[in-house]
T-cell receptor
Framework: DAEITQSPRHKITETGRQVTLACHQT?????MFWYRQDLGHGLRLIHY???????NKGEVSDGYSVSRSNTEDLPLTLESAASSQTSVYFC??????????????FGPGTRLTVL | EDQVTQSPEALRLQEGESSSLNCSYT??????LFWYRQDPGKGPEFLFT???AGEEKEKERLKATLTKKESFLHITAPKPEDSATYLC????????????FGRGTSLIVHP
C-alpha cells in the first residue's frame, strides 16, 4: 500500500544546530507539503513543492528550507534550530491535476524539541 | 483571505449522545471542503471531501453536510473510539493546491 513516512519520529536537539527532518511518500504525488502544529495555532504551512526542483514558501517559512530532487522525498532543514521551532511537524502529499480537488495525505509526524 | 472557523473548540459527549460539529468558511469560490480526523500523536486522517452545497457523505457514524457558508459533521450515537480532534479545511477555486485549515474540534466521548 502507498504511504507517507517521516523520520525521525522524535528528535531532541540544541539551539543553533542544523536539523533535517525526512519525508518520503510512495503515492507518486506531485505535491508535497510541510506543516507545523502548535497548540492554539492549528496547522501552519511552512514550505511546499509542486514537483521536482520546485519549492515555495508558506506562511511560516523563516528559519526553514526544503529541496526537492525527486518525486518521493521532501526533506525539511532547520538551518539553526531555535527554541521557537519546538513543535510537531507533519509532511503531506497530494495528487495534482487541473479540475481536481487535492486531498492531502499526512505522515505520522515528527516531534522536535529544541533545548 | 480564506478563513475557516470551527466550533465548538471542545465537545464532551456521553456514549450514544448524538451531536454536530460546525465548520464555517469564507472563500472566494469553493473547490472543495475536507474533513479529517486526528488521533493524539498521529497525523490527520482523511475522512470526506465535499464539493458543492447540498452534498452529503457518510461513513459509519459520521455524516458530513455542506451549505454555501458552512459544513456540519454529524456524529450519530458516538462511541468512545470516536474521540479525536476533527479538522476542517477548504480549498479555493483558482489554481492553488493549498487548503486552509481550521483549528479543529476536540471531541471526547465518555463510556
Amino acid at each position: 500500500d502507498a504511504e507517507i513516512t517521516q523520520s525521525p519520529r522524535h528528535k531532541i536537539t540544541e539551539t543553533g544546530r542544523q536539523v533535517t527532518l525526512a519525508c518520503h511518500q510512495t503515492w507518486n504525488h506531485n505535491n508535497m507539503f510541510w506543516y507545523r502544529q502548535d497548540l492554539g495555532h492549528g496547522l501552519r504551512l511552512i514550505h511546499y513543492s509542486y514537483g521536482v526542483q520546485d519549492t515555495n514558501k508558506g506562511e511560516v517559512s523563516d528559519g526553514y528550507s526544503v529541496s526537492r530532487s525527486n518525486t518521493e522525498d521532501l526533506p525539511l532543514t532547520l538551518e539553526s534550530a531555535a527554541s521557537s521551532q519546538t513543535s510537531v511537524y507533519f509532511c503531506a502529499s497530494s495528487e495534482s491535476g487541473r479540475g481536481y480537488t487535492d486531498t492531502q495525505y499526512f505522515g505520522p509526524g515528527t516531534r522536535l524539541t529544541v533545548l | 483571505e480564506d478563513q475557516v472557523t470551527q466550533s465548538p473548540e471542545a465537545l464532551r459527549l456521553q456514549e450514544g449522545e448524538s451531536s454536530s460539529l460546525n465548520c464555517s468558511y469564507t472563500v472566494s469560490g469553493l473547490r472543495g471542503l475536507f474533513w479529517y480526523r486526528q488521533d493524539p500523536g498521529k497525523g490527520p486522517e482523511f475522512l470526506f471531501t465535499l464539493y458543492s452545497a447540498g452534498e452529503e457523505k457518510e461513513k459509519e457514524r459520521l455524516k458530513a453536510t455542506l451549505t454555501k457558508k458552512e459544513s456540519f459533521l454529524h456524529i450519530t450515537a458516538p462511541k468512545p473510539e470516536d474521540s479525536a480532534t476533527y479538522l476542517c479545511a477548504v480549498q479555493a477555486a483558482g489554481g492553488s493546491y493549498i487548503p486552509t485549515f481550521g483549528r479543529g474540534t476536540s471531541l471526547i466521548v465518555h463510556p
